[in-house]
């Protein structure tokens, strides 16, 4: 069985197999593109680092939880925005120009990370 292909797919670990080509036509189905930015509520932001709790519109939860180790728990679950999904450097950018579409749009995404480096979180 070859491996599944989910869409803005980079280096990190996902799903394989059968599970694997279900969750990757899920995404598929559940991702568009779109130019327009996302609207932002964060109602807790860290002082002094990245550490956040954020809504978006279209609907994306994302949460950093600073540790005592210095690393941070993530959780994000929604509709994540990357204006680079479908730019030259994206795997999909065939896909995209193929259909006549700028890059840019919202990729449905559930990730859990129990220890993300400071460096590394991304604030909404």
Same mark, same amino acid.
Request: glycine share 10%.
């Given at each position: 069985?070859?491996?599944?292909?989910?869409?803005?797919?980079?280096?990190?670990?996902?799903?394989?197999?059968?599970?694997?080509?279900?969750?990757?036509?899920?995404?598929?189905?559940?991702? #568009?593109?779109?130019?327009?930015?996302?609207?932002?509520?964060?109602?807790?932001?860290?002082?002094?680092?990245?550490?956040?709790?954020?809504?978006?519109?279209?609907? #994306?939860?994302?949460?950093?939880?600073?540790?005592?180790?210095?690393?941070?728990?993530?959780?994000?679950?929604?509709?994540?925005?990357?204006?680079?999904?479908?730019?030259?450097?994206?795997?999909?950018?065939?896909?995209?120009?193929?259909?006549?579409?700028?890059?840019?749009?919202?990729?449905?995404?559930?990730?859990?990370?129990?220890?993300?480096?400071?460096?590394?979180?991304?604030?909404?």
């Amino acid at each position: 069985m070859m491996a599944p292909r989910y869409p803005n797919q980079g280096t990190d670990k996902r799903a394989g197999g059968v599970l694997g080509h279900v969750l990757a036509w899920l995404q598929w189905r559940l991702s #568009f593109p779109s130019t327009a930015r996302p609207r932002v509520w964060a109602p807790w932001r860290e002082r002094e680092g990245p550490g956040h709790a954020a809504v978006l519109w279209p609907p #994306f939860l994302s949460l950093a939880i600073p540790k005592k180790d210095g690393s941070y728990a993530t959780f994000r679950i929604g509709w994540r925005h990357d204006s680079n999904w479908g730019d030259e450097h994206s795997p999909d950018h065939t896909y995209f120009t193929s259909r006549g579409w700028p890059p840019g749009g919202y990729l449905f995404d559930i990730i859990v990370k129990g220890r993300m480096p400071r460096d590394r979180v991304v604030v909404p």
